[in-house]
């Protein structure tokens, strides 16, 4: 006997869970599906972020910069230290912790507003006479749901480099290497996107010999061009050997290590020998298993659910959000995407403006934006303004001992409208939330200039990058 639900969701990543969620705020009867499993075989919603993605790569970005810290800025501030040394098992042991208080806080959330879970891999069976859709449950305990919405968010994986499988040992995704139980004494990265650059950054912090090898000729290519180039300069400074314009020929894993054969930008052979390679060259979207032929859903050739700009799909009552449909792969676009399904479903008018989504690389320095890039208004031929303002001229950053960076503002010449801002230094991440909500209310730069912000504080660079669009910083 089938289980009826109004909603039913597959996947309990960000898009998934926070999807469950509102349709149940919103009076619906409502189930989600999640396969993923701890350690000890039990439930851990949460997706590829909360379980190998962004939560534990935060965990150890942190426990690797207070490293850092600890190494070579604290005897700045009088603290003195010696045979400070790092112990990996207590490090990774933090991060599984933080891992499962969010795996724990999903599961609450499901029980507080009446989310029924059920733990194992959800496909389709078919669709009922009815209208409904029949979903299996494949798990501890075989079930089958009917809903009569049902909303796919099934996440992705990581690509694998032809002829270069994970085996999470030697060559590892982004899973691997958040596991290593040692630090690598050389480290090899291929690309040099947001995992790339976050994964090398934490082992070199720890003493790896890192090398990036890039395919692309341009550093960070999405990002401003004057932010990737500080970035590059920063990043180089720091100790990450990049390469780019790289072609990868061949990887070979063996008992010593494994070799990358490739050939740099002009072209000349070069081999690679590391102790870890990690390989970080985007990911696909996660849809072998749905059974998508039972009831003829519509995939891309990319095997990405085809959606249109309400993740509607191709099936009445059938829905997609987050990493398996079109748009950036990101965790809190793939919730905003979910919360706008669920209202869509109960009639009402869900919206998510792409054109606000905030991107962070969480490096040191961070690295975030929101909105078009310089290179992008030129190529468009939209006439603009630009004003950039260092953190070396913030008080607050000099007190932090952390002066790297800037901030950037884009607007529009005519009407002042921003149209970007770009920052690299430190708290970025945090920083650009002030910009994502001036876009979405169409502020100009002008706003940000006359609005006070507290002082001291790194939201002051802000305002002043902003005053800086009409030549008026006041403190550089």
């Not at 190494?71 to 042991?93: E, Q, R, T, V, Y």
């Not at 770009?422 to 706003?447: R, Y």
Request: aromatic share 6%; net charge negative; charged share 20%.
């Amino acid at each position: 006997m089938s289980k009826q639900f109004d909603v039913v969701v597959i996947g309990g990543g960000p898009g998934g869970y926070i999807a469950a969620i509102r349709a149940a705020q919103l009076g619906f009867n409502t189930a989600c599906i999640d396969e993923w499993k701890n350690g000890q075989g039990g439930p851990a919603p949460g997706g590829t972020c909360t379980n190998v993605g962004c939560i534990p790569s935060k965990a150890l970005l942190q426990s690797s910069e207070h490293f850092e810290h600890a190494g070579h800025s604290f005897a700045d501030h009088g603290i003195a230290l010696s045979n400070l040394s790092m112990d990996i098992g207590k490090m990774l042991g933090r991060k599984n912790t933080v891992v499962k208080q969010n795996n724990d806080g999903i599961l609450y959330l499901f029980k507080k507003n009446k989310v029924a879970f059920f733990h194992g891999r959800g496909s389709f069976v078919k669709a009922t006479e009815g209208g409904d859709y029949e979903i299996a449950v494949a798990g501890t305990a075989a079930e089958t749901l009917q809903a009569r919405h049902v909303i796919l968010a099934t996440g992705s994986n990581a690509r694998a480099l032809p002829g270069a499988a994970f085996d999470e040992e030697r060559i590892l995704s982004n899973d691997g290497a958040l596991r290593l139980g040692s630090v690598p004494k050389t480290l090899g990265v291929i690309g040099s996107g947001v995992i790339g650059l976050e994964m090398g950054s934490v082992w070199r912090r720890l003493g790896a010999q890192v090398t990036v090898l890039e395919a692309l000729p341009t550093f960070l290519g999405a990002v401003d061009e004057q932010i990737a180039k500080e970035a590059h300069k920063i990043f180089s400074k720091q100790g990450l050997k990049i390469e780019l314009g790289v072609k990868i020929d061949k990887v070979e894993a063996g008992s010593a290590g494994v070799s990358v054969a490739y050939q740099n930008a002009k072209g000349e052979a070069q081999t690679l020998a590391v102790d870890k390679l990690i390989v970080s060259i985007g990911r696909v979207p996660n849809t072998i298993g749905l059974n998508a032929e039972a009831v003829g859903l519509q995939l891309d050739e990319r095997g990405a659910i085809a959606v249109d700009g309400d993740c509607k799909t191709n099936l009445p009552n059938v829905w997609a959000v987050g990493d398996a449909v079109r748009g950036p792969m990101l965790a809190h676009k793939a919730e905003e995407e979910g919360v706008a399904v669920a209202e869509r479903i109960a009639g009402q008018h869900g919206h998510v403006d792409f054109n606000t989504i905030p991107w962070v690389i969480y490096t040191s320095p961070e690295i975030a934006w929101v909105g078009q890039t310089e290179q992008q208004l030129k190529t468009s031929g939209r006439a603009y303004k630009a004003g950039t303002f260092p953190f070396l001229a913030n008080g607050r950053a000099r007190a932090l001992g952390d002066t790297t960076g800037m901030v950037k503002f884009l607007a529009d010449a005519a009407t002042d409208e921003i149209l970007g801002v770009h920052i690299i230094g430190p708290m970025a991440s945090e920083l650009i939330s002030e910009a994502v909500v001036a876009m979405s209310f169409k502020a100009s730069a002008e706003d940000i200039a006359r609005i006070c912000h507290a002082h001291p504080s790194l939201s002051e660079a802000t305002k002043e990058a902003a005053l800086a669009v009409d030549k008026r910083t006041l403190n550089f």
